[in-house]
């Protein structure tokens, strides 16, 4: 059924603040974390004035088909994740649950922080999507994952890609890249 991405947006941040982290990041909700991220990458695209899907119908494959404001088809759009090598994504907070609050430190910068980002989109280039999908990567490295704290990660992503294009993002129509604090969007088009 045809949805609202801001509506589904505001279930899922309501859904988020009701239920423990723990099975929020678990893979029970695994697609309402995909409205999430459909939905903060609309915001910030919008938020800058760029084209975007207003609406989207769940699939199985590739995540959403998504339509325009006037309901016209826009790009289909798959949803994936890259986080620090041997990271899972809801660990820290069923740690959390079980031992309390985890006083962390700050895991030394990544030597290749791209790896992971690359790694995504090879994956899901490799997976036989049709040429026009469109891939939404949610990057959750975080600034302290860099050699570089200078530069935020969106400024260093586009530097990286302008220096070394990354590779196999012409098997996508476009690929956005939204970084972890789901403030910022990169977009990389076919060359």
Known sequence: MRTSISSELSRV??????????RFFSNAHKRDREWNVLGATKDVLHSRSREFAFYAEEQERPDFATFLSNGAPWFPIEITEAFRPHERRHKKYRDIKVSGPLHRYLPPPLKDPWAPLQTAIQKKATAGYSPETALIVYYGLWLFDFQDWNLPVEQQIVKRHREEPFQYVEAFSRVFVLTSGMDAVVEFTRE
Request: proline letters at 10%.
């Open 13 to 22: 941040q309501e859904l988020k603040a009701q239920i423990e982290p723990d």
